[in-house]
């Protein structure tokens, strides 16, 4: 079965650098979340979009914008990168707004030096 | 805003026994859901289990079951028959259940390292 897919796997950036994450959500899941895990924390949600359009945002930083495009797959943009944005990234989709079911792609490493 | 609490960062347990990992959460809302993710060193999310509010009935998937206390807002794991593709990080998540518009965000406890020594 189709899962999640983020690309790139790992990303190695500099200071105030920016950089791009993708996820490609499983066919026909309409709604994406991201969430944000640094190094020993837990997962923090950072922002989600259902159908193209924002639904709710975490703790995400000004820094930092996202958004779904038409064929449902969304974008995480990150300027003026700074040591600590160092974590991995997590992309998950359900089906629709009111799933509880989220299915987490396998992450991006983003790295900050 | 809901929080989740897990109080036991580290645990180990020995192959083929039983352990049961804690969990508290605090919340104001009656309709809502629970889960344990385990996350091995390849550190992929992985759902282990799943509990909605509204049921009574704990929920079981193979080895993995939960007992939980609505009431005292606890929602512990318990892992029967111990083996070595267990050991991860298990993080237990609250969700809340806002039907009319809202996304279902997951909110995380900080984890509890589990290890299965042979």
């Known amino acids: 079965a189709a899962g999640v897919i983020q690309s790139p796997r790992h990303l190695i950036k500099e200071k105030r650098e920016t950089a791009t994450l993708k996820c490609y959500p499983i066919p026909r899941h309409d709604t994406v979340y991201w969430y944000q895990q640094g190094p020993g924390q837990d997962p923090q949600f950072l922002i989600s979009f259902y159908e193209k359009m924002q639904s709710d945002k975490g703790s995400i930083p000004d820094r930092f914008s996202a958004q779904q495009f038409s064929d449902y797959h969304s974008e995480l943009n990150m300027s003026s990168l700074e040591l600590g944005d160092s974590a991995l990234y997590f992309c998950a989709s359900s089906i629709n707004r009111d799933s509880y079911e989220q299915y987490f792609g396998p992450g991006t490493r983003l790295t900050v030096t | 805003a809901q929080t989740v609490t897990q109080s036991q960062p580290e645990m180990s347990v020995q192959e083929a026994e039983t352990v049961t990992l804690s969990c508290t959460y605090d919340t104001s809302e009656s309709n809502y859901y629970l889960f344990w993710y385990k996350q091995p060193p390849s550190r992929q999310m992985i759902l282990v289990i799943r509990?909605?509010?509204?049921?009574?009935q704990n929920a079981t998937e193979n080895r993995f079951s939960v007992n939980f206390q609505k009431a005292a807002k606890s929602f512990s794991l318990k892992i029967s028959d111990s083996q070595l593709g267990d050991t991860a990080m298990y993080f237990c998540?609250?969700?809340?259940?806002?039907?009319?518009?809202?996304?279902?965000?997951?909110?995380f406890g900080k984890g509890t390292l589990l290890t299965v020594n042979p």
């Open positions: 998540a609250f969700m809340n259940h806002l039907r009319g518009g809202s996304n279902y965000k997951l909110t």
């Open positions: 509990q909605e509010a509204y049921k009574q």
